[in-house]
């Protein structure tokens, strides 16, 4: 199992920056793959960004392609998601999210195929 929890949220004015971090629990950081989703208000949960196992391939949601980064450090059981340019609508609750990179037929992007999250930070931008 792991536990997560994410760090870095805040308010923010449009075209700036923020980097959202995630601790994980646990020595078997490095099996997991990790994925970022975030929810707006009144709407569902959405893919943003997830990372491999090892870090080698990452997969992000058009709305931020080529504004956000996501990376991991499995040395430090951390992840990250750099946010640049950021826009009032990527305003939401940002989630870590987790599953065994052993489980076959998951997909990268649906919430549904994650076992583990952490609470969420806010995203705030304003315009």
């Known amino acids: 199992q792991v536990q997560l929890e994410e760090s870095g949220g805040g308010l923010v004015q449009a075209g700036g920056s923020l980097r959202l971090s995630c601790a994980a629990s646990?020595?078997?950081?490095?099996?997991?793959?990790m994925g970022w989703f975030r929810q707006a208000a009144g709407k569902e949960r959405e893919f943003v960004a997830s990372?491999?196992?090892?870090?080698?391939?990452?997969y992000y949601a058009d709305s931020v392609k080529g504004r956000f980064t996501i990376s991991r450090d499995n040395t430090k059981n951390m992840k990250y998601l750099q946010m640049n340019s950021l826009k009032p609508e990527d305003t939401a609750v940002y989630y870590c999210?987790?599953?065994?990179?052993?489980?076959?037929?998951?997909?990268?992007?649906?919430?549904?195929?994650?076992?583990?999250w952490g609470q969420g930070t806010q995203v705030t931008v304003s315009s």
């Open positions: 999210a987790a599953r065994s990179r052993y489980l076959v037929g998951r997909s990268w992007h649906d919430p549904d195929d994650y076992d583990y």
């Open positions: 646990g020595r078997t950081f490095s099996s997991y793959v």
């Open positions: 990372i491999s196992s090892s870090g080698a391939s990452t």
